[in-house]
């Protein structure tokens, strides 16, 4: 069969902010399949508001996919972003040269293709030391290294003059548990006043209880429009102001993808690394709580990464951005809290640089500055790693940072290199004696191998165990353990 010069395909019928992370793939796919269409499959009420601000593409509502206003054409790629069941049938039902993503093939089994996509399969409840951005993810499967690294993403407007400046307050969230509560807002807006800032309360329809809470514990003199404006409006609102401070939620996204810089405040089961602001130049204030790091679902009834988080401390950090030379964010130290600004990476994908000094103990030595610091060398090592084994990256980067980490934690790294070999054995187990239970490989393997567990896990199961994806897990163990 030849090659189709049919349109190429998205289907993401997810939330707001997930839509808004495809952009940048639906960016690179109109560089990298020039003359084909693209079309877009998504919720009507996500994707409408969103017109405006979204890279040209044609929008399709998920009733007229499911009516079957797509059967008949041959597409060029079809790329399901989607975790829905019924995403994945339509998937299975197209036409096309190429399937991405998570397809109900024919014979009834549910298939994801793409070794990225079944590396994000991978980090459910099981993403600590994940560095890979969801909108990276949703594109590394079919963009090159090439297409990403000649992108440049304009960086967020930056504050001029020295009068009272306007600052977003963003007050909802898509769960309670991903945003501060309404007695920490009414004192950052409180302490922003006292600052000389000027707070602007923003929220959807959904948030006006929050507003309205907010106003019982202090009667501010704030503007409130939260529920009072359109997506739209917002976007527009969001030039008069200088920045936006805000919990992971779809408007931040928005106002990261058009130019409004963003203070992060992330708390909850998020995880920056995947759905911070993802253009070079916003903030991530983020606790530095062991739970914090990579939260899929709050055990510890929320308080943990909001213990150190303080109206008193967000509003000094906003006015630092907005009044003070970038060089005091270097300067700054704020206990139990991390500050990162996000960059591009050399492969033109998303990363987070750490800003202010190392949290150090009284002599110097303190246990939450050290495990940010392994945690750090961790997530560099499976970036690296999986570079190389996914995208054929050097293999030098992997050597490098485990060395990294040999160098600061040498008898944490012994250790590792002594239970490695336990990994292998546990897998070729598994593939020689069928699947077992779902993460019966992960339970049973230690914290730091985890990552590659659940990979091999997720991709012996993908295929069965047969006997070529057994080889090629396999080869993912034999290709460590000489760096190591």
């Known amino acids: 069969m030849g090659i189709s010069s049919g349109p190429v395909l998205v289907l993401q019928m997810q939330r707001m902010g997930d839509l808004v992370?495809?952009?940048?793939?639906?960016?690179?796919?109109?560089?990298?399949?020039?003359?084909?269409?693209?079309?877009?499959?998504?919720?009507?009420?996500?994707?409408?508001?969103?017109?405006?601000?979204?890279?040209?593409?044609?929008?399709?509502?998920?009733?007229?996919?499911?009516?079957?206003?797509?059967?008949?054409?041959?597409?060029?790629?079809?790329?399901?972003?989607?975790?829905?069941?019924?995403?994945?049938?339509?998937?299975?039902?197209?036409?096309s040269d190429i399937k991405v993503g998570p397809v109900l093939e024919p014979d009834g089994a549910l298939r994801v293709r793409g070794a990225w996509q079944l590396y994000r399969a991978s980090l459910v409840e099981n993403n600590r030391h994940n560095r890979f951005h969801w909108a990276d993810l949703n594109a590394l499967d079919m963009i090159p290294f090439s297409a990403t690294q000649a992108t440049n993403f304009a960086p967020p407007r930056e504050a001029v003059g020295q009068e009272a400046r306007s600052v977003g307050v963003f007050v909802g969230a898509s769960e309670p548990g991903k945003r501060p509560d309404a007695l920490f807002y009414a004192g950052l807006v409180r302490e922003l006043l006292d600052r000389g800032l000027r707070p602007v309360l923003l929220g959807g329809p959904d948030d006006v209880p929050v507003a309205r809470d907010i106003r019982a514990v202090f009667d501010h003199p704030a503007l409130d429009l939260v529920g009072k404006l359109s997506l739209a409006e917002m976007v527009s609102a969001g030039r008069t102001l200088e920045l936006l401070?805000?919990?992971?939620?779809?408007?931040?996204?928005?106002?990261?993808?058009?130019?409004?810089?963003?203070?992060?405040?992330?708390?909850?089961?998020?995880?920056?690394?995947?759905?911070?602001?993802?253009?070079?130049?916003?903030?991530?204030?983020?606790?530095?709580?062991?739970?914090?790091h990579g939260c899929w679902a709050c055990s510890h009834g929320g308080g943990h990464c909001r213990q150190a988080l303080t109206p008193r401390r967000v509003a000094a950090l906003a006015a630092t951005i907005l009044r003070g030379p970038a060089e005091r964010l270097e300067r700054m130290q704020m206990p139990g809290l991390t500050l990162r600004g996000t960059i591009r990476t050399p492969e033109g994908l998303f990363g987070m640089r750490r800003l202010g000094l190392t949290e150090v103990g009284p002599k110097g030595g303190g246990r939450a500055g050290c495990a940010v610091d392994v945690d750090e060398k961790a997530g560099d090592f499976w970036r690296a790693f999986f570079l190389w084994r996914l995208a054929r990256a050097e293999a030098e980067p992997v050597r490098a940072a485990w060395a990294a980490l040999a160098s600061a934690q040498p008898r944490l790294a012994e250790s590792l290199r002594r239970s490695l070999p336990g990994l292998g054995r546990r897998a070729a187990k598994l593939a020689a004696e069928g699947l077992g239970p779902p993460r019966s490989l992960l339970a049973a393997?230690?914290?730091?191998?985890?990552?590659?567990?659940?990979?091999?896990?997720?991709?012996?199961?993908?295929?069965?165990?047969?006997?070529?994806?057994?080889?090629?897990c396999l080869e993912h163990l034999e290709a460590l353990a000489p760096l190591l």
């Open 245 to 292: 401070i805000t919990p992971d939620t779809g408007p931040m996204h928005v106002a990261a993808w058009t130019g409004l810089k963003t203070l992060n405040i992330s708390v909850g089961n998020v995880n920056p690394w995947e759905t911070g602001p993802y253009q070079p130049g916003h903030l991530v204030l983020r606790s530095n709580a062991s739970c914090a």
């Open 445 to 472: 393997t230690p914290p730091f191998w985890r990552p590659l567990a659940g990979y091999l896990e997720v991709a012996l199961e993908n295929e069965d165990a047969t006997a070529d994806s057994t080889s090629r």
């Open 21 to 95: 992370l495809t952009f940048p793939l639906l960016l690179w796919l109109r560089r990298c399949y020039p003359g084909h269409q693209l079309h877009v499959v998504g919720e009507e009420r996500f994707f409408t508001p969103l017109l405006p601000v979204s890279p040209p593409a044609a929008y399709i509502t998920w009733a007229e996919a499911a009516s079957g206003a797509l059967h008949g054409t041959d597409y060029r790629l079809v790329v399901n972003l989607s975790i829905r069941e019924e995403a994945a049938r339509l998937a299975g039902q197209l036409n």
